[in-house]
């Protein structure tokens, strides 16, 4: 209790005066006429309870600003509480980013009563703090005796409460930090309430206390190895260079740890304890997928046991629901999948999943509906998940639906008419199934045949076929093709097999391996034969005839055409046989057999008009150019019009594709009469279609034949009359051009980044094609950028082909060295850049190509002109300046000096005119 002292004395008219210090005072204090409340003396030692920052600490500068800024002292009003929650995974490093944050706030002043630091141990049932041990440790800390500090918790928070606000109001501001908070119960009643006081609490759970909510993710993969690095530095000194050393296995660490700063500092002690241990070893342990939470154990830390205390906080319910995402191979799974799995309502399946996601142990997927784990998640979820019987039956169920999902949406790719699809609301929808689960789906093949249910593994690439095809998905469908070979193979199934050998031949064909494509259908043919079955048989050719035509087999290609379409003629689905007959028409036109072509592509519509609108539009571009090489163009336009709207009306992305090619030979039609307007609006609509449906390489074709109509048309306004208006018009195409080519340029861009060896021709070339309608604009510095940008492309390339690109590269230094002589002083500079093509074009030429011979010829008559401009404006500079000065003789030095010409261009423009005088 606090002590009194009496300052009056008894009697009337005298002043009373008491005095309360060295203490705190409860209840009611009855005296004379004043009182005087003096606090404990501050204690300093308060802020010596916060952990030490750890001098290794990265990647977290956003949040720490972010922290601070609510940290700042400043007004506030009295009804305002200022807390903050920081809320993630276990081993985010929660505990880290407020001690740092705290520190600097100590460092700049704005905490002079000091920090109070308090861990709950919210997630260890053994050393859990009640809010009643809590508030008595703090009480303590602020400089309360324990005699005087209350035993029930309301009473505590009272007291602890009034002190902060007693700190705050004589300007000793103290910052409360209150780590490991399992519950809104726990934290509640530790928080300030004078408006002034500021705490910071963390939790794996986002807890509901009106605090500012900030959620910390994971580390990317450079600061993670710079955590690494820095771990390493404070354990070993500089002298340690591994992580810089190797670098690459660095990322593959920081990779397999998912930028779980816990995870990273149990990898970089693991290597300081060791220092001769390369990080290669540590990387290999890691990879193991079965032992990598056995790896990242070190002491008394271990990512398995963090995660242990959460999975201990859950529910039976919320703890199967935690097993069952684990089960699911894919990224992510969606609540419906999980609901139908675990035989539960979907609502009842979203609150388990948002309570997960509370504790921070699932994580939101791209969409609402759709969750994922945290990669050592997934494996510490797959531990549980094994110990559970019920595993065998859940994966089972998994697998099952979605086989039953996937037919069911497969019936809406194609947009069969006949049978009608069912299963989901529309083809939208249908679609958009499969594109959030694409990668969930061959993950569950896989799954399958791991565990044995090869049947499904079998199905579900039929189901799958139609979407990775008309999508553009042809690694995958490579892949669930052999897979489904496989498993096929496993059950002994030789129809099955065989089904799967076509799926895989159109696969190869599409990804350009025609030799195994040839070799797949060869084999499916054979055995389908064997079995007596003319459908499959079919099928198996017509794959074999598609894949010969594009190997270049034409002949082969269309025999074997033939053979297969009566086949399936003859079979139970019309759908199919019309399909078969539209490859045959397609081949008939690559032989130029265009009225044949005709007849089978009209006799494939009569069906695919019934059976699928989708590939109906198909069977119309075909027509099209069938009908374009018989010489009928209005009648091509017009099928050209028709799949267009066909197509649309479908409204998919394979559909969307098919207009957009539409489109694009529309304009190729328009482009060959002269149409030159027209054909632009055409290949317009062709890029804008291409690009709505992300297919960058076709935007990019129909944005490059735009920009060369374009130029086109610029260069025919100087034909038209009234000079003004030409001049206008030929500004307006060149600035058009410069557009399209543009675009064309920032898509190639993007494919540059993932596959280099494609795209970095495409995109060297577009950069040349650029500086035509920039030079005529008069834009010459960013000709020359775009230039130099093109040659420096193309010296990237790889080695592994050095002569591949050599004819881009002579092609390259040309176009520089025109854009050079644009400025008739730079004549010297563009005949070195025509020098290096000539040069190079000549060590291809003695290859005797005839491509390479005419393309060196190309490079001289280029290099003659550029001396014959180059001779003649030194010709006359020297004329000029020796007519001037006619009765004086002037040295080489000095007619550089009059004329500002090169020596070498003195010396020929000099040699030139002593020739042409002898001549006289």
């Not at 750890?54 to 009295?78: C, I, K, M, N, S």
């Not at 997960?356 to 759709?370: Q, S, T, Y």
């Not at 009608?420 to 249908?430: E, L, S, V």
């Not at 579900?460 to 553009?472: G, V």
Request: with cysteine; proline share 4%; aromatic share 6%.
């Amino acid at each position: 209790m606090a002590e009194a002292d009496d300052a009056g004395e008894d009697g009337a008219g005298r002043d009373t005066s008491n005095q309360i210090h060295d203490g705190v005072f409860f209840g009611w204090v009855v005296q004379g006429r004043s009182i005087s409340l003096q606090l404990p003396a501050p204690v300093t030692s308060a802020m010596h309870g916060l952990p030490p920052a750890a001098p290794a600490f990265t990647g977290r500068d956003t949040h720490v600003e972010e922290l601070l800024q609510g940290l700042a002292p400043g007004p506030r009003r009295q009804e305002a509480v200022w807390v903050a929650s920081v809320a993630g995974l276990a081993g985010v490093g929660k505990t880290e980013l407020v001690v740092q944050t705290a520190t600097q706030a100590e460092r700049l002043g704005w905490f002079p009563g000091g920090a109070l630091f308090v861990d709950m141990f919210g997630y260890d049932t053994e050393r859990r703090l009640s809010p009643a041990q809590a508030l008595h440790g703090l009480l303590q800390a602020l400089g309360i005796p324990d005699e005087h500090i209350p035993e029930e918790l309301q009473d505590r928070s009272r007291l602890y409460r009034s002190v902060l606000a007693e700190f705050a109001r004589q300007n000793q501001r103290v910052l409360v930090i209150i780590d490991n908070v399992s519950s809104t119960e726990q934290v509640v009643s530790l928080l300030p309430t004078d408006g002034t006081t500021a705490a910071l609490f963390t939790s794996r759970h986002t807890l509901d206390v009106g605090a500012r909510l900030h959620d910390l993710d994971i580390l990317d993969e450079n600061a993670s190895v710079e955590l690494l690095r820095k771990a390493l530095f404070q354990a070993r000194g500089p002298a340690d260079t591994r992580v810089t050393d190797a670098i690459e296995d660095a990322s593959t660490i920081a990779r397999l740890c998912a930028g779980l700063p816990l995870a990273l500092r149990i990898a970089a002690a693991l290597l300081a304890e060791a220092p001769s241990r390369p990080l290669a070893s540590l990387r290999e342990a890691l990879s193991d997928v079965q032992h990598r939470l056995d790896q990242l154990t070190r002491e008394n830390r271990a990512v398995r046991a963090a995660l242990d205390l959460s999975y201990r906080q859950l529910s039976e319910s919320q703890a199967r629901m935690f097993r069952l995402v684990a089960l699911n191979p894919g990224p992510e799974l969606s609540t419906a999948t999980a609901a139908h799995v675990a035989a539960a309502e979907e609502w009842r399946t979203e609150q388990l999943f948002l309570k997960l996601r509370r504790a921070h142990l699932v994580e939101p997927g791209a969409v609402w509906g759709r969750w994922g784990l945290h990669d050592l998640v997934r494996v510490y979820a797959g531990e549980r998940a094994a110990e559970h019987p019920t595993t065998a039956s859940d994966v089972r169920r998994l697998l099952l639906y979605y086989l039953e999902r996937a037919t069911r949406a497969d019936e809406y790719v194609v947009y069969l008419s006949e049978p009608a699809p069912h299963g989901f609301p529309g083809r939208t929808q249908a679609i958009a199934w499969l594109d959030a689960e694409r990668d969930s789906l061959f993950a569950i093949g896989v799954l399958a045949e791991v565990t044995g249910h090869n049947d499904i593994a079998r199905d579900l690439l039929m189901a799958m076929e139609n979407y990775l095809s008309m999508h553009r998905y042809p690694e995958q469908w490579r892949a669930s093709a052999e897979l489904a070979v496989r498993a096929a193979n496993a059950l002994g199934d030789q129809r099955g097999a065989a089904r799967a050998g076509v799926s895989l031949s159109d696969a190869l064909r599409v990804l350009k391996a025609h030799g195994d494509a040839i070799t797949e259908a060869r084999k499916a043919a054979e055995i389908f034969r064997g079995l007596g079955d003319q459908l499959g048989e079919g099928t198996a050719l017509r794959a074999l005839a598609l894949t010969l035509g594009s190997a270049g087999h034409g002949e082969e290609a269309l025999r074997t055409a033939e053979q297969a379409v009566p086949l399936l003629q003859r079979g139970p689905s019309r759908h199919i046989a019309a399909v078969a007959l539209m490859n045959y028409g397609e081949l008939l036109i690559e032989h130029e057999k265009y009225n044949e072509a005709i007849d089978a592509l009209r006799g494939s519509l009569e069906v695919l008009s019934q059976t699928s609108r989708s590939v109906k539009s198909l069977a119309l571009l075909n027509l099209a150019d069938a009908l374009r090489g018989a010489g009928r163009r209005a009648e091509a336009i017009s099928s050209c019009q028709e799949c267009i709207a066909c197509a649309l009306e479908v409204g998919g992305p394979w559909e969307t594709d098919i207009a957009a090619g539409a489109s694009a030979f529309m304009g190729e039609l328009f482009s060959e009469d002269g149409q030159l307007h027209q054909a632009r609006l055409h290949f317009r609509r062709s890029a804008d279609l291409s690009t709505e449906t992300g297919n960058d390489s076709c935007a990019v074709r129909a944005l490059k034949v735009l920009g060369d109509t374009l130029i086109e048309l610029a260069e025919r306004c100087g034909e038209d009359g009234d000079l003004g208006s030409t001049s206008t018009a030929q500004d307006e195409n060149y600035g058009q051009a410069a557009c399209a080519i543009d675009e064309a340029i920032a898509l190639t861009r993007r494919a540059v980044e993932s596959t280099p060896d494609e795209a970095g021709p495409e995109l060297a070339s577009l950069l040349i094609r650029r500086c035509v309608p920039l030079v005529h604009l008069g834009r010459c510095d960013e000709a020359h950028s775009a230039a130099r940008e093109a040659l420096a492309t193309l010296n990237r390339l790889p080695e592994r082909n050095p002569d591949a690109y050599q004819a881009d590269i002579v092609q390259a230094w040309n176009n520089l060295a025109w854009v050079i002589s644009q400025d008739g002083t730079q004549l010297p500079s563009a005949l070195k850049a025509s020098t290096e093509a000539v040069k190079i074009a000549a060590a291809l030429a003695r290859n005797d190509s005839p491509e390479y011979t005419e393309l060196l010829q190309n490079s001289v008559d280029f290099k003659a002109a550029l001396l014959a401009e180059l001779a003649q404006t030194s010709v006359y500079e020297i004329a000029r300046a020796t007519v001037a000065r006619e009765e004086e003789e002037l040295s080489p030095s000095e007619l550089e000096r009059e004329t500002g010409l090169l020596p070498s261009q003195i010396a020929a423009g000099v040699a030139w005119m002593d020739a042409y005088y002898r001549s006289c």
